[in-house]
Each structure stands twice: as C-alpha cells, then as structure tokens.
C-alpha cells in the first residue's frame, strides 16, 4: 500500500532554510485525484496546514506562511519537498507529509509518521 | 481564517464506555469536517470525512455526526486501542485549519 516517509535535518539555524521531503513508495505521486501537503505541529499546540501541491505543479500555500514556503514535486524520484525560509524557534515543529484526497471532500487519507524539526543555533 | 473549537482537551474513559468529542467551526462549514486519529509513534489516522462517512478500515465504533458549525465525533462501545489523540479539521475554506485535538485515556 502507499506510505510517506519525511526526510531532512532535524536541527536547522535561526535565519536559514528548513528543506524537507516526502518520499512516496507503494503508489506513484502522478496518481491523478491526490493532492500532496505538508502539516506541522507545534509542541503544545494544534496542527497547523502549510499548504500543497498537485502533480502538476499548482500549488496553494497558507496566507500565515506564504512568503517564506516553498514546496515542489519531482514525479522523476515520486517525493514532493517542503522548504520554509528564514526560519525561528517558531518553526521548531513535528512536521507531516500528507495525501489530500479530493472526493466531493476534501481531507488527509494518508499521512506519514513525522519527523521534529528544531531551530536553534 | 476559520476557529475550530474542540472539547473536551482531554478524557478518560472505561472500556466499553461511549466517548463523545464535540467539534465546533467559527463559521458555517457545510460538511466539510474530518477526523483523524493520532497514536503515540504512529502516522496520523483518517477516521471520518465529510462530517459522517467512515473511512474505509475504520471499525464501525466510530461515527461522525452534524453539519453547519457542530459536530460530534462518537466512540460507541470504546476499545483499549482507542488510546490516542483525536482531532477535527475543516476542509470548507483554505486555509484549512484544525481543532486542538483530544487526548483519550483509559480509566
């Protein structure tokens, strides 16, 4: 079956780029009717939606988080990446990959495990 | 952005027992909520979309309930593999946001 599995430092400086990817195995990413997204939890929060990509490459990104996301998709590798500039202590985050089922609804039918991104020098 | 309220933030309960976790939109949200579950260790869960459909997998015990801005996420008969944390989310209107989550315990 299709699973996602995050990759990516687990510890990123204040002022630099956190760079993440999400590798899909069981399935290919260029499945039509499948969005692909990234989620993050801050510790003692709630889960906060960063945004997604279609295979094609449109996007849509948070408003709270727009000018400093990117996320792409490499259907070549089957993973699509997060990257999230300029980063602080803010961003210290578990952060999840997810599939976006479109149907007449639209929510996550699959997520992988996550992986804790820290910010610190 | 749409507020999704959910209660309580956390619950202990005995097997066997009826779990209720209620989740309220600042707005008018049709339908479009989902629930998921969340075990220690483990990938994040869908259980319901579109407020009542159960998805595939998931054990007949859960059902989701409501529309508008209420919403109701109920354990019948609660298992000792229902230990985890649950949370709602609105697929109404990007950005798409969620509830706090509820952590379950058994008693």
């Known amino acids: 079956q299709v699973q996602l599995q995050e990759s990516g430092p687990g510890l990123v400086k204040p002022s630099q780029t956190l760079s993440l990817t999400c590798n899909v195995s069981?399935?290919?990413?260029?499945?039509?009717?499948?969005?692909w997204s990234w989620i993050r939890h801050h510790p003692g929060k709630g889960l906060e939606w960063i945004g997604y990509?279609?295979?094609?490459?449109?996007?849509y990104y948070s408003p709270s988080l727009k000018s400093r996301v990117s996320i792409s998709v490499d259907t070549s590798k089957n993973q699509f990446s997060l990257n999230l500039s300029s980063v602080t202590a803010a961003d210290t985050a578990v952060y999840y990959c997810?599939?976006?089922?479109?149907?007449?609804?639209?929510?996550?039918?699959?997520w992988g495990r996550g992986t804790l991104v820290t910010v610190s020098s | 952005d749409i507020q999704m309220t959910q209660s309580p933030s956390s619950l202990s309960a005995s097997v066997g027992d009826r779990v209720t976790i209620t989740c309220r939109a600042s707005?008018?949200?049709?339908?479009?909520l989902n629930w998921y579950q969340k075990k220690v260790g483990e990938a994040p869960k869908a259980l319901i979309y579109?407020?009542?459909n159960l998805e595939s997998g998931v054990p007949s015990r859960f059902r989701g309930s409501g529309s508008g801005t209420d919403f109701t996420l109920t354990i019948n008969s609660l298992q000792p593999e229902d230990i985890a944390s649950y949370f709602c989310?609105?697929?109404?209107?990007?950005?798409?946001?969620f509830g706090q989550g509820t952590k379950l315990e058994i008693k």
């Open positions: 707005q008018d949200i049709l339908n479009n």
């Open positions: 579109g407020a009542s």
């Open positions: 069981g399935g290919s990413i260029s499945s039509g009717g499948y969005y």
């Open positions: 990509i279609y295979n094609s490459g449109t996007t």
């Open positions: 997810a599939r976006v089922r479109r149907l007449i609804y639209w929510y996550f039918d699959l």
């Open positions: 989310q609105q697929s109404q209107t990007t950005p798409w946001t």
